[in-house]
């Protein structure tokens, strides 16, 4: 490539190249915001839809995953991305596909903007979401809380700020 303004072996000059302004993305797409890892399928045969688990359970799930996240999500990198899913928890303690353990690893079954967080500058919130599914994995079975509600499939929303942790 010929650099902006010098001459090219055949003589020409290049003329300087300048990029495009774009408006800036909306928040809710933005990977600066969000970084969903979210899939197209968030119940098995037979859960009901209505199924969500509660704010407690949510939590207790959270924290075993936590235990085995390997990034520092306090740091200054990590702490400001918003991870929003959600799983299906199955009676079990298992996640139900494509998020349980033993679950062939599909990124992009599991991630739907997974395209967009492989963009130039998506780095971290990239590695955030692929290493809290590393750690969904790792995690599973679940303890479930004794709440009398481990019989049926759950929803398991997931929203959380990492530095809130």
Do not use: C
């Not at 001459?7 to 190249?17: E, F, K, N, R």
């Not at 353990?101 to 991630?111: C, E, F, L, Q």
């Amino acid at each position: 490539r010929t650099a902006p303004g010098r001459a090219d072996d055949s003589g020409t000059t290049a003329a300087p190249q300048r990029a495009a302004p774009q408006a800036p993305p909306a928040p809710a797409e933005s990977p600066a915001q969000s970084a969903p890892f979210e899939s197209g399928r968030f119940r098995p045969d037979g859960a009901s839809p209505d199924t969500v688990a509660s704010q407690a359970v949510q939590d207790f799930v959270l924290a075993q995953i936590a235990r085995h996240w390997i990034i520092d999500f306090r740091g200054a990198r990590f702490r400001n991305i918003v991870l929003t899913g959600r799983f299906v928890l199955l009676p079990n303690g298992m996640l139900a596909a494509p998020f349980g353990k033993n679950d062939p690893w599909n990124i992009s079954a599991m991630v739907s903007n997974y395209e967009q967080l492989r963009q130039p500058g998506a780095e971290a919130y990239r590695t955030a979401v692929e290493t809290f599914l590393q750690a969904a994995r790792q995690a599973q079975p679940f303890r479930l809380p004794p709440d009398g509600k481990g019989e049926v499939p759950r929803v398991l929303p997931m929203n959380f700020r990492l530095g809130d942790l």
